[in-house]
């Protein structure tokens, strides 16, 4: 939706636009993709676009899963949401970008009370181009986005955009590291260990086989955060058992203790737990 | 209700080792993610598991990634029963002792994989199968399958002018794999701890077909708040949306048994995916639900007062995280 709107406000701003989603595997947190492609000209093109201009990341974490960056275009620019400066950033090796971020994480909380950050981002990418004008993107993200959702939530989300226009921080992002990529790894199958899908292993720095996933830090998703309260927990061992990522450690005198670098927020731990020893704190905390 | 103050006894003596790790991409509350996680968990080392085509695969297992510590395969959708039953065979050539498990979704074990489950059951083989059960095809975007229960929407159910939601009763598919004779057959929610650890336990220690159907909460799905997925599955059970029982060696046994009927709204007022549901509708799911309350408990109940509540919706999101993006 975010980049529909983006693409009527190039519409409104003069210029030929189009918008399409990328279709793949529908899970809230499973990376996603959606394209815009604005010309001064009629559009003639229905591909995906593989050589951007402009790359706008709603999660930081992706650089470490994805090549985010891959085919962006000399002289392309980024928006990222990250509480970062685009200084200390980490982009993967070879590349250099003018770049904006902006928390917009936070922002979208501020003002849509939901960690729905597409509305923020198209705000801090009017930072780094000059096709389309910041008050051009309101109007048509209210208007979408009224549309849809409500006269109030059309609001929001366009104060959200514009929030997140003015707090946002332009400067250059690098990467120096090589991100190694999983998916470049494919044994043949006689290189398998019969029994076995996938030996363990690390290949150029990449965790791969059974229970490599560990290496996902999914706690990157979380935008509450449980709060354990250690002198009123029976130890029950009902959290412990119920969350969906194995985030909650028991330890040996089956008291909990929480691994903030899984734990996705979800609240489940402080939903059943029968003496209310654990609350959700809005935002991201460790503790 | 459980007693509130004492620890759960069935939990004690599960292992704190995971077999399914974190890093997993499932959403946030994901009531798949806790169940597979459990049973892997209670099945232990000696394990070896199968999922077809579901969001299971996609989020635990992207080759070469895995979030499982055990043996993992995936190959086709409709083929669970096949695949553990070839499983099973390869593992006893080797002389390997494992449990030969394989966890599929309702669309893979209601509809399109129900002639290999069939087919494994009969021939009595050696395997645990599990029916992740979230109503409806999920992975692919919320279809529709023959779990979805009455006025459930989906996206090919939509909630329109004419018809609201789903028009069919969840079938039984519990009922049907029983009727095979085969060794063990338990009904699993997320919400009863200890009746979990006991049926997964039994169905690790016997041998022969055994098969587990847990309802697990989907939250965009469902439409629900991603903190309730439990709550949740406790509500469907002391309404008759889900019930608790085992059949072992033909002999069926309720494990669990509410005190009364709480009326369905308590459970559907939760859950975005009912939202539409129309007064009339209420009554014949309810009317529906006290038939099947009184075949499984062997009692009548009176019809408890249903109260459709509304929720107010705020900015519009209504719980559906993908409905922003
Ligand atoms: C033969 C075949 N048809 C369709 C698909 C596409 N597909 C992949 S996963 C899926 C949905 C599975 O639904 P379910 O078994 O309920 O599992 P869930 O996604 O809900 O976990 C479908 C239709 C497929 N992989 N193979
Ligand atoms: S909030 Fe959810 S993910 Fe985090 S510890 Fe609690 S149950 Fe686990
Ligand atoms: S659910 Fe509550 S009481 Fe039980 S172990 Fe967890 S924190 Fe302690
Ligand atoms: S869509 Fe539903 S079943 Fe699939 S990962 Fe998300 S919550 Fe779990
Ligand atoms: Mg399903």
Redesign the pocket.
Known sequence: MAAQALADAAVRAGHHAQAFPYFGAERRGAPVQAFARIDSRKIRVKSQVYEPDLVVVLDASLFELEPVTEGLKEGGRLAVNTPLRPEELEIGEGTEAVTATADATAIALQTLKVPIVNTAMLGVLCRVQDLVPIETVMEAVQERFGEKLGAIAGRANASSAWKAYDGAVVGVASGKRRIARAKEWRPAWHEMPAGTSLPSATIDGVEVGPGSARTNLTGEWRWSTPFYKKDRCIRCLRCWWSCPDAAIDRLDDDYMRWNFDYCKGCGICADICPVSAIDMIKGVHRW | MTSVRSPVAGLRNVSREDMLVHGHGACPGCG?AVTARNIAKVLGPQTVVYV???????FSATYPKSAWRIPFLYT???NTGAIITGLKAAYRRRGIEANVVGM??????F???LQALSGAAERNEDVIYVC???E?????GI?R?S?TPFGAWTTTTPAGLEIQGNRRFKKDLAAIVAQHDVPYVATLSVAHFTDFVKKVEKAKSMSGFRFLHCLTP?IP?WRIEPSRGVSIDRLAVETGMWTLYEVEHGVPRVTYRPRKMLPVTEYLGLQGRFKHISEEDVRTLQSWLCRKWKAHYGEEVEEPPCVIARKDEGLGHDGDPLHGL
Do not use: H, R, W
């Not at chain 2, 599929?104 to 074990?109: K, R």
């Not at chain 2, 409806?136 to 692919?140: I, V």
């Open positions: 798949y077809p085509a579901s969001c299971l695969t996609v086709a959708f409709e599929a979704g309702d669309g893979g074990s509809d399109i994989g992740l059960d979230n409806a095809y999920m992975n692919t279809q399958s779990a989907c799905g």
